[in-house]
Each structure stands twice: as C-alpha cells, then as structure tokens.
C-alpha cells in the first residue's frame, strides 16, 4: 500500500499538470465581409392616403424591391419604358417626372401613386453688371 499510494499521487501530479495546461493560442484568422459596392438608394413615399411604400433601387444589378401592404415585390427595370421604369410579369413601378406609380399590369389596376411637389425656386436673382 506504501508503494502504491506515492506512484497515485505522482500519476494525479502529472494528470494535473497536463490538463491545466492551455494549448499555444492560434492566431485568429479574421475574413472580412465581401464589401457591398452596389449603388443603392432608398426612398420611403407616403400617399395622400397615408399608405407607404418603400422603394430600394440597386443600379448596379438594375433592379428595384417594392414593399406596399407589407409584401414584397422584386423589379426587372425596363430600358425600353421612360425614366426610371422597373417591371416583371405581374407589376409596374415608374418613377416619371416626380409622379411615381405602383400598379398590377394584367388589370391595369393602380396600387400606389403619388404625385411629388415640385419644389419652388426662391426669387430670380438677376446679375449686377
């Protein structure tokens, strides 16, 4: 038993040693987020009715998300169609001197339009010569 007890306590010695010991620490290896270089611009409108949308355009990939009523709705824009005109099989947003408009297509029903204030200039100011 007296030989036994020594070689126990040099075996929970070493067992102890060993654990407590933290492995060398690794050098943390940060990756950075792929930066967004996508030209977006985001603009709430709110009716005379009080509903809101939300239009975000992305000119990079030229495409708009419309959020109205809580749904979302993914654009295509149209080169063809004047200004700022995005579409897909089912709905229209354009975006046409200040008058922007939200509709279904297939029933030419009007969801959203808003017809923008021009703002006014101030007084002409003429040159002193």
Known sequence: ????????????TILSSTACKHPGKEAD????APENKDDISKNVYVDSYGEKIEVTINSTKNTATVHLNGKT?????????PEYTASNEEYQYSEIKGNI?????NVDMVLFHL????????PAKMASY
Request: aromatic content about 6%.
């Open 1 to 12: 038993m007296k030989n036994l007890l020594p070689s126990i306590l040099l075996g929970l």
């Open 73 to 81: 709705y993914d654009l295509k824009k149209s080169e063809a169609l």
């Open 101 to 105: 408009t939200f509709l279904k297509k």
């Open 115 to 122: 017809k923008k204030d021009k703002k006014e200039s101030g």
């Open 29 to 32: 290896i940060l990756t950075a």
